[in-house]
């Protein structure tokens, strides 16, 4: 089973080192977000387009990406612990006695 999880592992590695040198290699690419991507298509269909309301704050790039993570890894730490508590539940019932009544 830990041959199986090595190379599940490096495996995910070379995607992710393809896709990192993929994406590099094209001409002019920088990793721009979709919230700038979307007001540049708008901008370009109706130059006239004014928002309805701007950022109240808008945090440096840097503060951005960290809140960022640190969301991603609270909602990864919540669907861990629901998961976890679910299979904890079915292997609880699995070993009561009355389980099969």
């Known amino acids: ?19 990192v040198l993929v994406g590099s290699r094209r ?20 130059p006239d387009y004014q928002p309805w309301f701007d950022f109240i704050w808008e945090p440096p790039p840097e503060v951005a990406s960290g809140l960022f993570a640190l969301q991603a890894a609270l909602g990864a730490g919540v669907l861990g612990y629901y998961l976890g508590f679910k299979r904890g539940q079915r292997q609880g019932q699995r070993k009561r006695p009355d389980a099969g009544d």
């Open 1 to 19: 089973m830990k041959a199986r999880n090595s190379w599940l592992l490096a495996l995910a590695v070379a995607f992710i080192l393809a896709s």
């Open 27 to 46: 001409e002019g690419a920088e990793f721009a977000g979709t919230d700038g991507q979307a007001m540049a298509a708008v901008a370009t269909l109706n």
